[in-house]
């Protein structure tokens, strides 16, 4: 197994990390257009090969994409953050020319690769990447909805004071501070719903600090997270290229499914060594529902904006 991830900054690095500590390749290649930056962060993490004990070897290139050659996933992280104040789709007109270079170039060499998006705003990158490169539309998925859930279950986890592995909990929709979905109805501790647990106000809130989970760390660093978001990245690659066929919420082509079309958006979805294999349809009631349209609306103006920006 093959590896690369693009963008050797605080999430590429992070996820790199992760891939490497959890062994989900042989080779593993980081690639960064600044120079000399991703081999440190390769050489970096290869160093704790005999600390954590993982046989994965860890390289950095820059710009070098021969070196990514026969890649089975890709996952893209280049491209800029948001500062305090702004929101994910600020980024939209530096990224989406970021995105769709490197989805081009990493094809070149890796015409097999599932694609990964992460770059923000991640919802309409993921669709870029599915139009720009003509992929199969099990081959492109954006992660957002991991991440988003994993907040979910750590501030749930504070309101029960249980353990967070214990936690069933999902966020569908866009990947955006106002776009994302909670799905509080639906979430569990081990079986039983946590609303039978927290007052509808306590949930009201959990939900409020989930959505703007990242604009929340982004004003506390000066930069967004990089944690959460590289492990999210890395759960996400394990069901791949393990084929767990594990159950994530995930960034997909829509055909009909949830009443959209022509939007990539977040969804539960299996994921295996064929990408996302299908989606699960959760039997949303009209309130959710109603959510999820909004959210849909929301992701399709940004969408409309590539066409100013992408020849
Ligand atoms: N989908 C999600 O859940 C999340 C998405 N993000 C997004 O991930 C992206 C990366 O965030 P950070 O790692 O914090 O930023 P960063 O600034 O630390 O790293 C970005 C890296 O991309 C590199 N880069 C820029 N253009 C490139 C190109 N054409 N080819 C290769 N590398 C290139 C830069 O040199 C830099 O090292 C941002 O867009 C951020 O908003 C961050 C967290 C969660
Ligand atoms: O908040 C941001 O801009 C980065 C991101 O997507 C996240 O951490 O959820």
């Given at each position: ?8 900054g605080a999430v590429g690095a992070t996820c790199a990390d992760n891939i490497a500590r959890r062994e989900l390749a042989e080779e593993l290649v980081i690639l960064d257009i600044k120079e000399g930056f991703a081999e440190g962060k ?270």
């Amino acid at each position: 197994m093959k590896i690369t991830v693009v963008g050797a900054g605080a999430v590429g690095a992070t996820c790199a990390d992760n891939i490497a500590r959890r062994e989900l390749a042989e080779e593993l290649v980081i690639l960064d257009i600044k120079e000399g930056f991703a081999e440190g962060k390769a050489l970096d993490i290869m160093q704790t090969a005999s600390l954590c004990g993982f046989d994965t070897r860890v390289k950095g290139v820059t710009n070098d994409y021969a070196a990514t050659a026969g890649s089975d996933v890709v996952v893209i992280t280049s491209g800029i953050p948001r500062k305090p104040g702004m929101t994910r789709e600020e980024l939209i007109g530096t990224n989406a020319r970021i995105v769709e270079t490197v989805c081009k170039s990493a094809l070149e060499y890796s015409p097999n690769a599932i694609i990964v998006v992460i770059s923000n705003p991640m919802d309409t990158m993921t669709y870029l990447a599915l139009k720009a490169t003509g992929l199969p539309k099990n081959r492109v998925i954006g992660m957002g909805g991991i991440l988003d859930s994993a907040r979910f279950k750590c501030y749930l986890q504070k309101e029960l004071d249980c353990s967070a592995n214990d936690l069933h909990a999902t966020v569908i929709g866009g990947h955006g501070d106002t776009t994302m979905i909670p799905l509080t109805r639906l979430a569990t501790l081990n079986g039983t719903p946590v609303s039978n647990m927290l007052s509808a106000d306590t949930l009201k809130q959990v939900a409020a600090d989930t959505m703007v989970g990242g604009a929340t760390l982004t004003k506390l660093l000066g930069t967004s997270a990089w944690y959460a978001p590289g492990a999210a990245g890395a759960e996400l690659v394990e069901s791949i290229v393990r084929n767990q066929k594990k159950v994530f919420p995930c960034c997909v082509s829509l055909e009909g499914e949830y009443g959209q079309n022509d939007i990539c958006l977040g969804v539960p979805v299996v994921i295996g060594s064929n990408g996302w294999e299908s989606i699960i349809d959760y039997k949303l009631n009209e309130e959710e529902m109603a959510a999820f349209n909004k959210s849909a609306e929301a992701v399709r103006n940004m969408n409309q904006v590539l066409d100013t920006l992408v020849a």
